[in-house]
């Protein structure tokens, strides 16, 4: 892994965004795609690896997630219907997503591979792909940043490990997230760098709206972005190109909602209208606590993950000396990058003329998400707005770029990056005798998928639609 994060863009001093071709045929680019491919299936195995350790079997929404996918696989029917709609804010109010995405997501690897991993296994390439998409993107735009370092950051960190490894809803939104915004960016005549044809980047923005749509209320936020997209463009004279490229981006997987709309009208996709209040005081009074959940997705937030209270965490680490002190470097270290993102975002100053820009786009999408609370029931848990780690990574590079000259950052930034690693690992271990699925009725799914009955596994929730 090579690429010197201390080397300013070439295009840094003007104010224009730089035009570069999608592919290079230079030899230092060339040499590094063998190490990137090689990196690419470690980064591969590594996401596997995580998230049979860290399975949660024991986890309701986990095993109802993954039973929707062997019902499908196991009774042969289409998956009119996706994720369960529930929360402890609205006990009485269940209802699912429709769409099959879900379904076919993680019953279709068991006709491949008819085994308990097998959709693990479609999961991690899904999110290392994502990883892939977006250290290309980023890199492209701060090409002072190593592809590959960035790539291996995006893996490591917690929100992309621990709610991207399971399978469970929010997991499947990181790749088609990261289409999103791609899309996206390339579209806003500021921010073009012609990566893309136009056609592509709405084809990109509307795959991943209804890729979304089938699997987290969070697709919401994008409508907005993309009907900003779709009149920026309206206003080059490129408005139908536009809405061509980005509907026939949308028709792939809007194909696999009709069927449930056909079958069973239009009612059904009304989810969210139990968790849809008048005003809601409560999250008005959340501003800091949203905006400091915003910012830590893109950050080493791993006391969350250690304990529930300040005592447990503490005696997680105490109790296992070999991760002891790699954790609390990133402890400490999660915080203060919280803090610098924060600070960061006051700085008028910078080498690269789109700072400016990337940093009120990501403002604006943090009000967006806050305002949003405004008027539901749901707590503003980091979760439901993981769709903005695209974005959020981005400014987080640019604050990083600014920085990466400063003495030593270039090594301490690698030194911490692998710190995260060398925890990432040691955190699986130490999860896999009570989380994974070989601690939790493997042996049921087995004859499930023999015996041709998701039921031998467990039942399906009362009342779901599927």
Request: aromatic residues 18%.
């Amino acid at each position: 892994m090579t690429g010197n994060i201390l080397e300013r863009p070439s295009w840094a001093n003007n104010n224009k965004p730089v035009t570069s071709p999608t592919l290079s045929l230079s030899p230092r680019r060339s040499s590094l795609s063998l190490s990137f491919i090689l990196l690419f299936f470690f980064l591969y195995v590594f996401q596997v690896f995580f998230g049979l350790c860290e399975s949660q079997w024991w986890e309701r929404d986990e095993i109802q997630t993954y039973l929707i996918g062997l019902k499908c696989y196991t009774t042969q029917t289409w998956p009119y219907f996706g994720p369960d709609v529930n929360g402890a804010e609205n006990e009485s109010f269940q209802s699912q997503m429709p769409g099959a995405l879900e379904g076919l997501l993680i019953g279709l690897p068991f006709y491949f591979c008819p085994i308990p991993e097998a959709p693990f296994l479609l999961l991690g390439f899904l999110n290392t792909l994502g990883a892939a998409f977006l250290s290309w993107y980023i890199h492209r735009r701060l090409p002072s940043l190593s592809r590959s370092w960035l790539m291996l950051w995006i893996c490591v960190t917690p929100w992309v490990l621990q709610k991207c490894a399971h399978i469970i809803n929010p997991a499947y939104d990181f790749l088609p997230s990261v289409l999103f915004f791609i899309g996206f960016l390339e579209c806003l005549p500021k921010f073009r760098m012609n990566l893309l044809k136009p056609f592509w980047s709405n084809a990109a923005m509307g795959f991943g709206i209804f890729w979304i749509m089938q699997f987290h209320f969070s697709y919401i936020y994008f409508l907005p972005l993309a009907a900003y997209a779709l009149y920026a463009q309206a206003r080059e004279h490129r408005g139908g190109p536009a809405l061509l490229g980005f509907a026939c981006g949308a028709l792939p997987m809007a194909a696999l909602i009709l069927p449930t709309w056909l079958q069973y009208g239009f009612s059904p996709s009304h989810v969210a209208s139990g968790f849809a209040v008048p005003f809601c005081w409560q999250n008005v009074l959340s501003l800091p606590v949203i905006l400091a959940r915003f910012l830590s997705l893109v950050c080493f937030e791993i006391p969350r993950y250690l304990g529930d209270d300040l005592t447990m965490r503490i005696k997680f680490l105490t109790d296992r000396p070999w991760i002891l002190v790699p954790g609390a470097i990133l402890w400490i270290g999660g915080l203060a990058q919280a803090f610098i993102l924060f600070i960061a975002g006051f700085k008028r100053k910078h080498p690269d003329p789109l700072w400016a820009k990337t940093r009120n786009l990501t403002l604006a999408c943090f009000l967006l998400v806050y305002l949003s609370f405004w008027f539901t029931v749901k707590l503003p848990l980091s979760h439901i707005y993981l769709v903005f780690y695209p974005l959020l990574m981005l400014y987080s590079c640019y604050v990083w770029s600014f920085l990466a000259g400063k003495g030593k950052a270039r090594i301490w930034f690698r030194v911490f990056v692998l710190l995260g690693l060398y925890f990432q690992i040691g955190y699986a271990i130490v999860k896999e005798p009570t989380n994974s699925m070989y601690k939790h009725d493997r042996a049921k799914v087995v004859q499930a998928l023999a015996q041709k009955d998701y039921r031998i596994f467990q039942e399906r929730r009362p009342g779901t639609l599927y």
